[in-house]
């Protein structure tokens, strides 16, 4: 079955760094454009970063475009988010999604939280 399961969120200070991965089964991943979105408290999900296929096209939403780089490894059918310059609004559950054509597919997301 399909399955996409992130990882590597927790708690980090402001200005400080984390990389999530999703991880990616069930569904042939090099077929599929990959996403990451997040959604805080209260407030609905958004996009965050997505990457084409073969990765070679990459977009940011404004809020985090030269502090975030999406990446993918298709060899591991893996995605990461690496973040940098974190701050407290970076703060939500950040959740991986595999979309071709009209189907799409989410994780389970990893909780991120940025506070001293």
């Known amino acids: 079955q399909v399955q996409l399961v992130e990882s590597g969120g927790g708690l980090v200070q402001p200005g400080g760094s984390l990389r999530l991965s999703c991880a990616a089964s069930g569904f042939t991943f090099s077929n599929y454009a990959m996403s990451w979105y997040r959604q805080a408290p209260g407030k609905e999900r958004e996009l965050v970063a997505v990457i084409t296929s073969d990765g070679g096209s990459t977009g940011y939403a404004d809020s985090v475009k030269g502090r975030f780089t999406i990446s993918r490894d298709n060899t591991k059918n893996t995605i990461y988010l690496q973040m940098y310059s974190l701050e407290s609004e970076d703060t939500a559950v950040y959740y991986c999604?595999?979309?071709?054509?009209?189907?799409?597919?989410w994780g389970q997301g990893t909780q991120v939280t940025v506070s001293s």
């Open positions: 999604y595999a979309r071709r054509s009209f189907t799409g597919y």
